[in-house]
């Protein structure tokens, strides 16, 4: 038949490709207990929905009379498949192939990704396990020159970060570019153990005096919580299953709707527990999740960046059905201060509710930016007018639930406040420029001090100012919207939820 002789080639070159790296280095690969880049594949896409793209792309190998005798595939390899049923660009480092190092992996295939999945309006995951981009110094030997760096393609990767949703998954080593492309992403996962990320390795810190193994060097613990990257999870598959989570919160792509979930759980669901949840004692901590859980549609709290910026709780949610952006503050560190690296995670949550949509639901126990000399080393105030300007800066929108303390200009950012205001307080509201726990005795300190018993005095002003600060008369003079039953926090904000999606999509 016609063409039979080229169709065996491109089947005897696809069965090469195959082979990745070969037999020693793809085992290699699996006694570090790490999944080769093909099963990688396989398993992040839906059954059977991987359309490899630029497969037959690599370095042949050929005899005297110009036959392929082998061929080494490119160590990037990308394509489209379906995740959880929708149309998905995925792309992956093949480290059995020179070390999954950018400069063996022909850039035009990296490239393409990119673009193909702004242009065509596609989520993006990034399955990494690279090296890094420049190649060795042996190599420059080779080339018989150097060369001024540059980034061929990054442009789409700045343009993506605009357009549509973008996972990275850092699946073993990575350095320099590779480490570039996991964090150059709007959800960032590390496998603990497995994954190490670095600006430059070990062995090149080893020259400015530093000597340290992958793990302390660059581990996932080290990145997750300086807020490198968002999540470290156990193995390679839960890995994909964090991803396949996170998108599921997310439209196709920035301007378009995101997919509605189950909304079985009920609009008008109560939970008593709700009434227990804030203690009496304004010192006391309590559990903002716990809250979270009974607020938000059943098991649908999906955290994002746990061990940074711990006072603040940014997560995906569900309200009847619809993923909103949570932001929550966190009593039980710091007691909800906002510190630098809180301030850093808010901006960038926010930026990414703005960037694809997704209404805001601001629970709050804020008693203001973090103090003391640690926090003006950090530039505290910087940081915190920067997520300010963030939240002033959204378009998408927004509802707040005051559930207990708001104080000072953090206090002050938990909306907009020139827009409508969507909000609503809890009985165990508190707010106000300062708090007066600590306050009382230096605004009173002549009065206390001419008082025949200071303490009975004190003990006094106490009581009048505990009235003063009443939620109620805040809500007398319409400077709070509504003081309500901690039960009918769901009911209200699925109303919202609703409201919202109308607002900008209908």
């Not at 505290?380 to 000072?408: E, M, Q």
Request: hydrophobic content about 45%; glycine content about 10%.
């Amino acid at each position: 038949m016609a063409w039979d002789k080229e169709l065996a080639e491109k089947r005897k070159r696809e069965e090469l490709a195959e082979k990745m790296g070969g037999e020693e280095k793809v085992a290699r690969q699996h006694a570090r207990g790490k999944l080769d880049v093909r099963e990688r594949l396989r398993l992040m896409a839906d059954p059977g929905s991987f359309r490899e793209i630029g497969k037959l792309a690599g370095k042949g190998h050929y005899g005297a009379d110009g036959d392929l005798e082998d061929f080494t595939p490119a160590n990037f390899l990308f394509g489209k498949a379906k995740v959880e049923g929708r149309h998905t660009v995925l792309a992956a480092d093949d480290f059995t192939v020179r070390g999954g190092a950018a400069d063996a992996a022909i850039w035009r295939k990296a490239m393409l990704a990119e673009q193909m999945a702004h242009e065509w309006k596609l989520p993006l995951i990034r399955l990494i396990d690279g090296t890094g981009g420049g190649g060795s110094v042996k190599m420059l030997e080779d080339m018989g020159l150097t060369y001024v760096p540059y980034l061929p393609g990054w442009e789409h990767v700045v343009k993506n970060l605009d357009t549509v949703p973008v996972v990275s998954l850092a699946l073993g080593s990575v350095a320099g570019l590779g480490a570039a492309r996991v964090v150059a992403s709007h959800y960032s996962v590390m496998v603990r153990g497995m994954s190490h990320m670095f600006t430059a390795g070990p062995a090149v810190v080893a020259a400015i005096g530093e000597n340290h193994d992958k793990e302390a060097l660059g581990g996932a613990d080290i990145h997750a919580r300086n807020g490198a990257v968002d999540d470290v999870v156990e193995s390679e598959k839960d890995a994909f299953v964090a991803a396949r989570k996170f998108l599921s919160y997310l439209p196709q792509t920035a301007g378009r709707p995101a997919l509605r979930g189950d909304t079985s759980d009920g609009v008008e669901r109560r939970d008593e527990a709700l009434l227990d949840a804030v203690p009496e004692d304004r010192r006391a901590a309590y559990s903002m999740r716990k809250i979270l859980e009974s607020v938000f549609d059943r098991e649908s709290v999906f955290e994002i960046g746990k061990m940074w910026g711990q006072s603040a709780i940014t997560a995906l949610a569900r309200l009847d059905g619809w993923p909103v952006a949570v932001l929550a503050s966190n009593p039980s560190f710091m007691g909800g201060s906002w510190s630098a690296d809180a301030a850093r995670k808010i901006e960038r949550f926010v930026k990414l509710a703005n960037t694809f949509g997704l209404p805001v639901v601001h629970l709050v126990d804020n008693p203001g930016f973090m103090i003391g000399l640690e926090a003006e080393k950090a530039a505290t105030i910087r940081h915190g007018v920067d997520a300010l300007n963030g939240i002033y800066n959204s378009k998408v929108p927004w509802a707040t639930v005051i559930i207990r303390k708001a104080y000072g200009v953090a206090g002050a950012a938990m909306n907009n406040h020139t827009d409508f205001q969507y909000r609503f307080a809890w009985p165990s509201g508190d707010w106000g420029s300062l708090p007066l726990e600590g306050g009382i005795e230096v605004a009173y300190k002549s009065e206390l001090e001419k008082a025949e018993d200071p303490a009975a005095h004190l003990a006094a002003i106490k009581e009048r100012l505990d009235k003063v600060r009443s939620p109620f008369r805040t809500a007398e003079a319409f400077m709070v919207e509504d003081v309500i039953d901690p039960r009918e926090t769901r009911p209200l904000l699925c109303e919202f939820a609703n409201l919202a999606q109308e607002r900008m999509f209908e």
